[in-house]
Nanobody, 121 residues
């Protein structure tokens, strides 16, 4: 099992940047594919980005490509989401997720508690 704790959310103006962190504890971090999801008010939770176990492969939803970057530091058991050029539509609760599968899909095995990101116009 793995426990996930997100941090780094907050209030930022449109065009600004934030970096989210997700610290993992428990089993060996490098054995999990990792990712980020988000849920806007009144909407379903949606996939944002994922990264492979070793960090060599990443994938993003179209709306965040060229603005967001996912990365991981297996020595620190932490995954990051660097968010640049933020838009009001990026507002929501951001969740870190882990999967025991090779690729993180739509139903990860573990979730963090979430961190709020609010982008003002």
């Amino acid at each position: 099992q793995v426990q996930l704790v997100e941090s780094g959310g907050g209030l930022v103006q449109a065009g600004g940047s934030l970096r989210l962190s997700c610290a993992a504890s428990g089993r060996t971090f490098s054995s999990y594919a990792m990712g980020w999801f988000r849920q806007a008010p009144g909407k379903e939770r949606e996939f944002v980005a994922r990264i492979s176990r070793g960090g060599s492969s990443t994938y993003y939803t179209d709306s965040v490509k060229r603005r967001f970057t996912i990365s991981r530091d297996n020595a620190k058991s932490t995954v990051y989401l660097q968010m640049n050029s933020l838009k009001p539509d990026d507002t929501g609760v951001y969740y870190c997720a882990a999967s025991e599968s090779m690729i993180l899909g739509s139903s990860p095995d573990y979730w963090g508690q979430g961190t709020q990101v609010t982008v003002s116009s």
